[in-house]
Structure formats: C-alpha cells, structure tokens
C-alpha cells in the first residue's frame, strides 16, 4: 500500500487520496484536523459507532486450516492497555478483534492496535543475531554474539569496571522482564541502567510522589466518566491515546462536563474543546499560577479539604500573589479574562480531572509544572474523590509497570530507593547474602550512588573522566527495546556512539541505534521477541495489571528478553544466584516464578496481592467488572477492581481488591481506600504533617497517623493479632531490632494484614504537601527554558545555577546567558502523531502505518512561513543553536502560533539530509525514513530528575 518510492525516499502522504472515498473531495491534514469533531481524533471511531457498525478485521492471508484458537492479549502500543482477540491457526495469526470485554477499550482500537498483528510477522523483522565486521552486517549464532559481546564487556569489566557499561531497559518489557533487568543490572554491580520514563514521565514520578505519596496516576481514564470538568494541559490523547477518548467524549456528552485544553499548539484534542488556551511553551507555572490566583481571589478554594489534608497552601497563596492577570499575560501570553473563565468553570464544576503528558514533563522546570499541576487539584479538593484526581496518560504499554519495579537509576524495584537497607531488603527476598551483591560493586559508595541517565549517557561516554562521580566512562551500551531519536542532541550521541569500544542493540527491528553511528566494528544486533510472542503481566496506565498470553512463538531466531538475560548471566557466572528460585525451562525462566518472586519485595506500593492466578481469573472475567467504577459486580472477582491497580495490599491470599482511586478516603482500606501517605516526616516548622480531623472509613483511629512499625504495633496491643508464622518472619528480619520492622520490610505481609483489618492504612495517614523542601524550588517557580526568545524575561525568571547532577555537571545558567534568540528566533516544539510510536521504528517498518504518513514535516505558521518565503509541501532545514539540523517538509497551518514550530519525534534513519537506508540490513531497514527532530533539539535537563527539554528551544527555519 506504500506508494512507490524512487531512490529509497519515501513519497508524499496518501493521507489526501484516502479520505477523498469519505468526503467526495480532497483534504490535507490541517482539514481533517477542523474535522476531526466528528469522532475521537477520528481513529477510535469504532468506540463511539454501534456494535452494528463494526466489522471483525479479517487478516489478509491464505487459510492455514485447522481449528481457529482465541488469544487475548494487550496491545503493545500506548498504556491504555487494549485487550487484543487474536485469531490463531496451526500457530500462524490470521485475524484479530478487539476485545469488547475490556473495560479499557470496550471493542474499540486506534490505528496502531487494528494494525499490530503485523509487529508477529512483519517482512522487516531482525531475524538473525547479526554483527558489524569491516563496516558489514554478517550472520552470527546465538553462542558466538553472547560470548563475544559476553567476554567484551568482562574485559571492560576487569579494566574499567561494572559502572562502565551501561544497561539500558524498556518500557516494551512486561513487568517480569523489568523486575529481572533491574535484577540483573544488581548481579552486574551497577546503577547505571533506565528506561524510557526518565525522558517522558520522570518528572511526573518525583512531583507527584513529593506532593501526596506516589508517583502514578490517580485515577483511571473509566473514571473520567464521573467528571464534571476535563482539564487537559500538554496532552494530545486523541493522537497520543486515541481508545481514551470514548471515554473524555462520554463525560463530556453525559456529564455536560467543559473540556479545558492548554497546549502551545491547537491539537486534535482542542478541537474537540469548549475552552481552548493557548499559552508560550515553557510558562506551565505562570498559567496555573494565573488560574489559582483568580481562584484565591474569589475564594472559591476547598477551605475545609485544606484545613484536614493539605500542608502549606499558605506558601502557595503568597506566591501565587505575584501572578495577578497582567503578569500572567505576560509570561504565558494568555489573557487575564480568559484565565478567569477557566478559574470560574473549575470552580464551579467539581469534581474535576487534570490531564497532563509530556507536553508538561519535558521541561527543564517539569518537576516544577507537575507539582504545580498536583497544587491546583489540592486548592479544589479534587483529589481522592471519584472524577477528580491527575490522570496522568503514559505512553507506551508497560512504562507505569517499569518505573515500578526500578528499571531506573535512582531505585531498586519498588520505589526502595538504593540505601543499604534498601539493598539488605531485596537480598532478603532474592536470598542472597548482602555482601555478595556489595562485592559485585566497584565499592559501597557506588552501590548506593544514583546512576547516571539515560537521558545523559552519551556525556557519560565523552566527558572527561575526572569530571565524572564514577570510576570510569562508559565503553559499553546496550539498547534493550530503547529508539535513540527518542533523545535530544543526536549529534552528540552519534559521537558518543563511535567512541566506545562496543555497542549492543537488542530489539524485535534494528531501530536507528543501528545506523545513526560510523562504525566498522563492535556494534552487535540481536532479535528479541514482540511481547506478542511471549506472555507475562503489564501496568497499564491505571494501575492495573493485565496479564498477556502468547499469541504465537517467537519468529526467525528472535528469543524472548528474559532468556537473553538468562543467557548473558550464565556467561557472566551469576545465574544460580541470580535464578535461585526461579526455575528455568531449557534457557527460559519461568514467568509464573518470577511474578511470585516480585510478590515477596513490591510492599512500598502494592504489588504484593496480583499472584498469576488472580489476574489470569481478572482477565478471563472481564465482561463481570463494572465499565465506569471497574469494581466486579457478581463472579468470581466479585468487589475487586478489575487488573487489582496497586496498591493491592498483602499477600494474595488476603484477597485485597486493589485500589481503583487513590487517596480516597470515602472507602475502608481493604476495599480500596486510604489517605494521603506519610513519607515525608510527622512535622514541620511547627505544624503537623498528619491528617486532621480526616481518616478512612473503618479506621480505629480516627485521626491522622504515621507509618506503621512493629514498635506502633506494640504500642497498640495489634501485634498480638499476627501468627506464629508472621511473628517468626517479623523476628527473622528484624532479629534484635524487631520493633523496627516496618510495613515495608515485613515479608510475612503480617502488619499490613493486621493495620488494614484495624481500618488503616500500612503508610499511615498524613497531608499532601506543597512545599517540598527537598527540591531546588520547595515552592514551584516559573524559570525560563535555557533557549528562551523572552530575553526580556530572564532576569525576572533565571533558570539555576550549574551544578553536578546524577555523577555528572550539568549546565543551566551558562547556557541560558547566550542570547542565540536573533539567529534563532522561532520556539521548537515536539510531539506525538496518531500514526506511530515511540521512536518510530516498529510502526514504520509496519506497511499499514507507514503508508498512513509517509513524511516527516514540520508544522510552520503561515505568518511566518510567507515572512521567509516557504510554501507549503516545500523540503526546509530546520536548525538548532547547537549545530544539529534536519531537512524536511514544511506544513502550513496555523495549528502553531505565530514564532512557534512543531515536529513529531517518531521519524529516524536520515541524518542532517543524508539518508541512512543503506546502512541497514538488508531488508530490516522500516518503509518509511525520514529525519529525527532530535537532531535539532539542544541541550536542557530537569533540575531533579534530568528530564530533557524538548518542548521549547528555538530553532530557524530556511529553505532546503
């Protein structure tokens, strides 16, 4: 279906031709968009048609014969967490159906789940381990990659140390496969290993586990049906999380609820708005600072919520003084009276939701815009109550269940967090002794050191080595289901990835991590599996976990990703420690074991309750969960919330139903309820940091309360309510300290057994807090991005001081003192498009998706494209401040204001107008190529979690 292609450049989109069957005539992009009200973002239309309307797609491919096999799956796409019907016969996949059970999509899928069968057999598979020799892919065996990349990185090892290579995990993994990589990355002796979260929901994670306890959305997309006022701001959910949107539209028809969107950029999710703010990319602060102060102004803040669950409002109040509506005007550029409507809707329809993605994470301020997001819902008393909360979308399938069980640099699974006894408690659970995992260390002090990011690894491998907090620089990188375009400064990476001494990419097709370098030698490829061919569990953005079967067994020579970490364990001589209980099957280890082994550590946040067979039984019952509440009416899952979202307290045999909404306390603990987490102290200056006058349903105590020890336990006279099992596991781990066990180091699940029966939550029962006095700005500040056109701005707004950050410096003020803005002068943003994913490289090597866009573009206001003389479908160069440019297609729309571009970041193998095709293995390289906008995209981190900014830099933009 893709039109022809002449010298391996793609041909102009067919977007035009195909939609002329629907209209009687043509329409570009920027008319589809105007029209796009019809249905949600246009791709969920069969979640808002008639069961009538729809029809089963058929797989165009000969009948293999044979009895025809139902397999439900989940689409391996965003976090929704679609179930997929896959269609099998004499193990070949020949057709598939949404799964109209699912509470997620409700028979519906988006562009990319309708087309998924083709990631099992896709022609462009990797099939082979294949390796770089004199600048040529030839064909390796399994055995020969493993022990040469295996005896490669034992002699970077010896000479350099573990900290010099770099394990870099997926998002794409189940949640087995990431507890293991995080797991493995311990046996290899290294922090040094990330995934995907850290440059799309890092700063999400730290600003909202700082303000309430977790990190994770509060409610769940279902809920959203309760709203009475949908607040999106930086999320495009009818391209990015196209099956949501039955679920915003249902709300917004049934409930009358407004649709408020801010974006910089008019998306196919404003035109859908009642309220549209568009607002200067990088001013998230200044915007919701406008907004609470008409809210302060009028008084229509929840004074009695405050009062009971919130600590310093008061602090906010003072600052949110400063931000009346002509200094909101202009920073952000937006009107005060515009600003007072959006105040006046929020206070007037409650409870309200507050939606945001990476178009308020990717900021070098983002922890900033997501506690300031968090404040806004504290000052409504939005959270903890049914249509309220942060829904907070995260993009790919498995990314909420990654960051969860620690495939980060800064975490052991769990949230524990890298102290020693954070290590001591998962030697505890892995049964091995402590000090064997500290002698695989390069000393203590490294084993406890955060990581580098992955957002910054390259710097790792060409910074100066004594600027570096570790031994050594990096000689090793493995991508494991990573897309390096999906990272800024690709120039910079293409260096890094020519110096070191070897490169490893596993994944189901090359990605540009295969092409991108000028190697000759020492790069490797090896074929992992599509969890379509592999089975195992996986958070979908909610917090509930799904459990995948396998559709089909891996194709070609592909193998699954937990049994290529079995293999380089074997090779590197810890894999009788490592699988001690977990027993393994010819050279794949067992799923099932792996899930319980995870059960016996994930106390901090819930994964302890979710055995395999109660999400097996969730999954095979899903028609009996509620669509709206997700809690089973009836069945053998009767009153437990469908996927169990964490936390799912205790053992599985305390048979907790998961909590569907956090925070709410309208709800006994062991059905889901609980208030805000007590993590950051019992006071301070002088005031408590528990709840006050405010607690649970049930709870014996009614009143706020810390986190529960074996010494509370004590005190309260509950510790004579555990077993003599408990008691002994209790006394195992304490030994002479018993009374410090806490909730979270208990592996009996014996005080949460006992503190949930009393009514309380195991973490206590604390307020949310909007001064977080371990961050650079306890109070959030608008500061200017380090590429900012306000030059008039800086002053009043500076960015920090540069410091080190993460074993590495890290630049803000010296960057941000260079005016580049006249050279410069437009902001360049980036973003997602309904067709791909992720770095691209799995959908446009998909014939189905790629000939949907077949062009890499950038959007140009039509002021200024006519001010520079480009016309539209006209080949530009766009280029960076920092020397990385790209030649692509302009579009102009006035989708983008006035001095504002967009380009989606899915797009990869041409770099600063060459074209890469030729560097791929053949037949592996994806139909569809184009440039990377991260090749223009510059430096700027977040000043916590090293975020990278990529939603405002500036760019110029001239003809090619």
Known sequence: ?????????????????????????????????????????????????????????????????????????????????????????????????????????????????????????????????????????????????????????????????????????????SNEQSYLIRKFAGFWGTNNIDHQARIC???????????????????????????????????????????????????????????????????????????????????????IWGILWHIFENGWEDKDFIAKRVYGMDMIRAEVAKWDPKETERVTGVPGSQLERVARLMATNKPGTLVWCMGGTQHTNGNNNTRAYCILQLALGNVGVAGGGTNIFRGHDNVQGATDFGVVMDSLPGYYGLAAGSWAHWARVWDVDYNYLLGRFASKDMMEKVGIPVSRWFDGVLEEKGNIDQPDQIKAMV??????????????????????DLLVVIDPVPTVSAVLHDRKDGCYLL???????????????????????????????????????YR???????????????????????????TREWNKGMWTIGYTGQSPERLKMHMANQATFDKVSLRAVGGPADGEFYGLPWPCWGTPEMKHTGSANLYDISLPVAKGGMGFRVNFGLERNGQTLLAENSWPVGSEIED??????????????????????????????????????????????????????HGCAPYGNGKARCE????PDPIPLHREPLYTPRRDLVADYPTYKDRKLHRLPTLFESIQKKDVSKEFPIILTSGRLVEYEGGGDESRSNPWLAELQQDMFVEINPFDANSLGIKDGQMVWVAGPEGGKVRVMAMLTERVGKGVAFMPFHFGGHFQGKDL?????????????GESTNTAQTYGYDSVTQMQETKTTLCRIERA
């Not at 102009?12 to 005539?25: E, H, I, M, N």
């Not at 519906?108 to 990631?119: D, N, P, V």
């Not at 599509?530 to 020579?557: C, H, M």
């Open 1 to 173: 279906m893709l039109k022809k292609k002449s010298d391996a450049v793609a041909g102009r989109s067919r977007l035009t031709q195909a939609l002329a069957s629907l209209s009687g005539a043509t329409m570009d992009r920027r008319t589809f968009l105007k029209r796009s009200g019809l249905t949600a973002g246009g791709v969920a239309l069969a979640g808002t048609l008639g069961g009538g309307m729809v029809r089963k797609a058929e797989a165009a491919s000969p009948k293999f014969g044979g009895e025809i096999k139902q397999v439900k799956t989940i689409c391996t796409h965003c976090s929704v967490g679609c179930t997929v019907i896959a269609e099998v016969q004499n193990g070949v996949w020949t057709g598939q159906e949404p799964g109209f059970d699912s509470p997620f999509n409700l028979g519906s899928h988006c562009a990319k789940g309708a087309a998924i069968r083709e990631l099992t057999h896709g022609e462009r598979r990797l099939k082979y381990p294949m390796k770089l020799a004199n600048g040529k892919w030839e064909r390796v065996s399994w055995e020969q990659a493993i022990d040469e990349i295996g005896d490669k990185m034992l002699q970077i090892r010896e000479q350099a140390g573990p900290d010099s290579v770099y394990w870099l995990g997926s998002a794409k993994h």
């Open 201 to 287: 929901h890092s700063t999400t994670v730290a600003g909202v586990a700082n303000t309430w306890g977790y990190g994770a959305m509060t409610n769940s997309y279902n809920d959203m049906m309760k709203s009475r006022l949908l607040f999106f701001i930086g999320g495009n959910p009818a391209e990015a999380h196209p099956v949501s949107l039955q679920h915003i539209l249902k709300s917004k028809e049934q409930n009358g609820a407004p649709l408020i969107v801010c974006d910089p950029r008019f998306t196919r999710t404003a035109a859908h708005a009642d309220e549209y703010v568009r607002f200067r990319p990088g001013s998230d602060v200044g915007l």
């Open 479 to 500: 991508f494991w289901g990573h897309a390096p375009n999906s990272q800024t400064r690709l120039p910079d990476m293409k260096k890094a990835m020519e110096k070191l």
């Open 527 to 565: 074929p992992a599996c599509t969890q379509l061919e592999t089975y195992g569990s996986v958070t979908a953005s909610n917090r509930s976990v799904q459990w995948r079967d396998k559709v089909v067994d891996p194709i070609f020579e592909s193998k699954t990703d937990h049994e290529i970490m």
């Open 568 to 594: 380089f364990a074997k090779k590197f001589g810890f894999d009788k420690e490592m699988f001690k209980h977990i027993a393994v099957n010819g050279n794949e280890p067992s799923i099932e074991d792996i």
């Open 704 to 757: 706020g309360y810390p986190e529960f020890t074996m010494a509370i336990l004590q005190k309260l006279g509950w510790d004579k309510d555990l077993t003599a099992e408990e008691m002994a596991s209790i006394q195992k781990v304490g030994g002479a300290k018993i009374e410090a066990v806490n909730w979270k180091t208990d592996l009996s699940g014996g005080i949460q057994r006992v503190v949930i029966a």
């Open 772 to 775: 977080v006095w371990n961050f």
């Open 917 to 929: 095709r030729a560097k791929y293995p053949q037949g592996a390289d994806p139909y569809v190529l």
